[in-house]
C-alpha cells in the first residue's frame, strides 16, 4: 500500500510532487486516487478533483470507481482549466488523464512546481497494448509510480492489459465489462491474433 512521503508542505524548504497510479482497466486506479485524496482531507489539507468532461461513464461530475465509490470532482475540457481552478488547494487530483491532451504533463509539473501534490491516475496503455497518450510522459516526470494489476479473466491470473471485445479501431471508447476485459499478456495478444484474421478473412 502506498504511504505518503513525509516531506513538508509549508514554509521555505516546501516541495511540490507528482504521483502516477497507472494500470489497466479494472485495476484499482481510481478506488486508489479516491483513497489518496480522502486521506490528504482527513489531513486538512485543501483538496480540489478533476477529471475530463468526456467522462460521463457513472457520473456527469462525480469521480467514480467500478466499485461505485465517488468523490466529488470538477469536469473539464481542457487540461489548462486545471491550473485556472486549482486554486489554493494543497493537493490537486486527476482522474482518467490518458483522455486529456498533452498539455496535461505541463499542466501537472507546473502544479508541483507551486508546492502542491499532484495524484494522476490513468490507463498506461491503450486496447491495442500502445502507450496511451500524455501516460508515458506523466510517469517519466513523476517522484512516485504505482502500476496496479488486474485478473486475467480468462487465465485469473494478474492482468495488465485492457482487451478490447469489439474489433473497434476507436482508441478512445467508453464502456466497461460489455466492450473491455482485463486479460493477462498471453491471452491479449492471442486475442489480437484472432481479431486479426477474422478482419482478412
Do not use: W
Not at 36 to 53: C, G, H, T, W, Y
Amino acid at each position: 500500500m502506498f504511504l505518503e512521503p513525509q516531506t513538508k508542505i509549508s514554509g521555505k524548504h516546501a516541495s511540490g510532487s507528482i504521483e502516477v497510479i497507472c494500470g489497466c482497466m479494472f485495476s484499482g486506479k481510481t478506488e486508489e486516487l479516491i483513497r489518496r485524496l480522502r486521506r490528504a482531507s482527513i489531513a486538512k489539507q485543501k483538496v480540489e478533483i478533476f477529471k475530463p468532461a468526456v467522462d460521463t461513464r457513472y457520473d456527469e461530475e462525480d469521480v467514480v470507481s467500478h466499485n461505485r465509490t465517488a468523490i466529488r470532482s470538477t469536469p473539464v475540457q481542457f487540461a489548462s482549466d486545471i491550473l485556472l481552478l486549482a486554486g489554493d488547494s494543497d493537493v490537486v487530483g486527476v482522474d482518467e488523464a490518458q483522455f486529456f491532451d498533452e498539455q496535461i504533463v505541463d499542466v501537472c509539473r507546473k502544479l508541483a512546481n507551486s508546492g502542491k501534490r499532484v495524484v494522476v491516475a490513468g490507463l498506461d496503455m491503450d486496447a491495442n497494448g500502445e502507450p496511451f497518450g500524455p501516460m508515458p510522459f506523466l510517469l517519466a516526470i513523476a517522484e512516485f509510480v504505482t502500476k496496479l494489476h488486474a485478473i486475467c479473466t480468462i487465465s485469473g491470473s494478474l492482468a495488465s492489459f485492457s482487451y478490447k471485445l469489439t474489433n473497434s479501431d476507436k482508441t478512445v471508447e467508453l464502456g466497461e465489462t460489455d466492450i473491455y476485459e482485463a486479460r493477462n499478456r498471453k491471452y491479449f495478444y492471442e486475442g489480437q491474433k484472432e481479431k486479426a484474421k477474422s478482419k482478412n478473412q
